[in-house]
């Protein structure tokens, strides 16, 4: 059996892989298109990436600030239950379920 850090590490492996072939399709494909010069594109991308790295930041700080807030966790730990609930019921049910077929 695998352990934990094996496979994160396998997952790293197959992640950067696919990574890697994404970039060489869309520089070819930019290529193929006329894709404008690579200094150009750099900057461009690099502010895309500043805005997204931008709201990103906004995003996890307002996940971050929600999620410490006390209605919230308790919200948060009700919908817990529910999920539980009916996962429970469900299971119950499918038993239910295959018990009458097998009579």
């Known amino acids: 059996m695998t352990d934990s850090k094996e496979a994160w590490a396998e997952v790293d492996r197959r992640v950067s892989e696919f990574g890697r072939i994404v970039a060489e399709r869309h520089r070819k494909a930019g290529e193929e298109q006329g894709a404008p010069p690579p200094g150009q594109a750099k900057r461009s991308l690099e ?6 790295t931008r709201q990103l ?13 006390p209605e919230t966790k308790e919200t948060l730990k009700q919908a817990g ?9 469900t299971v119950t049910e499918v038993g239910n379920e295959i ?3 097998r009579s």
């Open 47 to 52: 502010e895309a990436f500043s805005a997204v």
């Open 57 to 69: 930041d906004v995003a996890f700080s307002t996940a971050g600030d929600t999620i410490r807030d």
């Open 81 to 89: 239950k529910a999920v539980m609930t009916a996962l429970g019921s």
């Open 99 to 101: 018990r009458k077929r």
